[in-house]
């Protein structure tokens, strides 16, 4: 293998520090530090607040887009939890929406839970009595979980428990009115509701079931806000083709600005792994790592296991990242097993397109017309490059730091800082 640019295979100066202490108990999940056994969120001071304004006003739909593994999850549950909501998960990557019999169990366990709690806390204010009149079907709603072995759930079954939790919940205002946190419900990795409409007339009628009461539980009867996250490049796409625009407000949450990267790294991961050694050191660092809290971590906690001797090539993100782009240089017969659709581009695209992201990298993306433009190819094979996970395409955004990007325009990127080193060294051995 040819060497890195940049020098990025030569190994920093070990001193030792970084070897010899034990490995302190820890580790980031996301945008989550936990450091002697106490979970703190890093920073994002200026998500956190825009995230929090935009929660606090009527409900709406909101759409959280990112790169993956770039925090959006912890931020949306850090917003959610600090006690001004009541929120009410559900992570599409464990199968809940998989089946209307998944789908109903999920949905009836978070609220099962959430009526139980406001019922607690309205009895310390009102009486039965004034409860009822308010809120008039709030304590008659019962919940029923059910194993598929049990009985299989029906559409028409969520459908009519849909409308039960529609009719028993009020106004988000009358919680406030009684200093009573509203609910806020969060759909995680929300790509896979498509699940639902798979292989059955249906699942689709039930799909468009469930996001209409979606729509009218935010912008009709403003009983919750809807927070619906994705790393998938074209949920977007999706759900506005469902709902449409004046439904969805949509942000992007993309990695950290440099400087806090480098707060990230000098002041919670370094003291962390104990490894002195790369005090001062976060510029070479993250020409391998960018500024993505999780790689950051990672590439320090195999510098740490490898006793100081961690090259570039040997990272585990570069090294899957570099695999995957030498296979995708062959793309006749290159599919993922969830993947419907096959390769549209060639070889010498990705070439191309590898090259165009290199000399893009101090400006951080290239424009998609751009690139279509400099690779001569159509949309089509873009968006499978997309599709594939070669590329990362993200609506321009204010509220995203990384980088400094025009409005209203579609951006690229590679999917990581890793992944861009790698198309460095494929494209030295062409």
Not at 48 to 54: D, G, I, S, W, Y
Not at 209 to 219: G, R
Not at 288 to 303: A, Q, W
């Amino acid at each position: 293998m040819a060497m890195l640019v940049f020098g990025l295979t030569k190994r920093l100066p070990t001193s030792g520090s970084c070897i010899s202490n034990t490995l302190r108990t820890g580790r980031v999940a996301r945008y989550i530090t936990q450091v002697t056994g106490e979970k703190t969120f890093f920073n994002r001071k200026r998500e956190l607040t825009e995230f929090e304004k935009a929660f606090s006003g009527d409900p709406e739909l909101h759409v959280v887009l990112g790169p993956p593994s770039s925090g959006k999850t912890s931020l949306i549950r850090e917003v959610t939890t600090r006690g001004n909501f009541k929120p009410l998960f559900l992570d599409c990557r464990l199968g809940e929406f998989d089946s209307p019999t998944d789908l109903y169990n999920s949905i009836s366990m978070q609220f099962k839970t959430f009526f139980e709690n406001r019922r607690k806390l309205l009895r310390e204010t009102l009486s039965e009595m004034e409860i009822n009149a308010k809120i008039p079907y709030f304590s008659e709603l019962n919940f029923k979980l059910f194993d598929k072995k049990e009985r299989e759930i029906t559409s028409s079954s969520v459908r009519a428990m849909l409308n039960k939790i529609a009719r028993a919940l009020p106004n988000q205002n009358l919680w406030k009115g009684y200093n009573v946190p509203p609910p806020i419900f969060v759909i995680d990795e929300a790509n896979s509701l498509n699940r639902l409409g798979h292989g059955s007339a249906e699942g689709e009628v039930l799909l468009k079931t469930f996001l209409d009461w979606l729509v009218l539980n935010t912008k009709q009867a403003n009983r919750f806000h809807v927070v619906l996250t994705s790393s998938d490049s074209f949920f977007i796409d999706w759900i506005v083709n469902r709902l449409h625009i004046p439904h969805v407000t949509q942000y992007v949450v993309g990695d950290l600005s440099k400087e806090e990267a480098e707060e990230y790294f000098e002041k919670h991961v370094l003291p962390r792994y104990g490894c002195k050694e790369l005090e001062g050191k976060f510029d070479h660092v993250s020409k391998i790592t960018g500024t993505r809290m999780l790689i950051i971590d990672r590439y320090v906690k195999e510098y740490k296991n490898s006793e100081g001797k961690l090259t570039a090539s040997n990272f585990s993100v570069y090294n899957s990242e570099y695999l995957r782009l030498r296979d995708g240089l062959h793309p006749r017969g290159f599919k993922y097993s969830d993947k419907p659709d096959l390769p549209l581009w060639t070889g010498s695209e990705l070439i191309e397109t590898m090259k165009a992201l290199v000399k893009a990298e101090n400006q951080g993306y290239i424009l998609e017309d751009d690139l279509i433009n400099v690779v001569g190819v159509d949309k089509k094979k873009i968006n499978s490059l997309v599709d594939y996970n070669f590329l990362y395409r993200r609506l321009s955004s204010n509220f995203a730091y990384d980088i400094i990007n025009p409005q209203n325009r579609i951006i690229l990127t590679a999917m990581n800082q890793p992944s861009l080193r790698a198309m460095e060294q494929v494209l030295s051995e062409q």
